[in-house]
């Protein structure tokens, strides 16, 4: 089983950018697909973005596409989400998953 701790999150300003890490514990994160979904108040959780096997394909939802980028160092075992151009409606808490577990979340928040 895999342990899965978020960091980066923050309040920025929009247009702004932030970095989420995704750093996991318990097996290698080489060639199993790690995603990040996010939950804003309210609202259900949704995709966000994904990393897939050994090629890293990559997989992201309409609204973040050409603004987020996800990565992985599998060095460090750990999974990035550059995130570029920051809006309001991206205010949320960020998840990262892989298989049937998830982190703990990390908060961001996007002013106006």
């Known amino acids: 089983q895999v342990q899965l701790v978020e960091s980066g999150g923050g309040l920025v300003q929009a247009g702004g950018s932030l970095r989420l890490s995704c750093a996991a514990s318990g097996r290698t994160i080489s060639g199993y697909s790690m995603s990040w979904f996010r939950q804003a108040p309210g609202k259900e959780r949704e995709f966000v973005a994904s990393?897939?096997?050994?090629?890293?394909?990559?997989y992201y939802t309409d609204s973040v596409k050409g603004r987020f980028t996800i990565s992985r160092d599998n060095a460090n075992n750990t999974v990035y989400l550059e995130m570029n151009s920051l809006k309001p409606e991206d205010t949320a808490v960020y998840y990262c998953?892989?298989?049937?577990?998830w982190g703990q979340g990390t908060q961001v928040t996007v002013s106006s």
């Open positions: 998953k892989s298989g049937a577990n």
């Open positions: 990393i897939i096997g050994l090629g890293d394909i990559t």
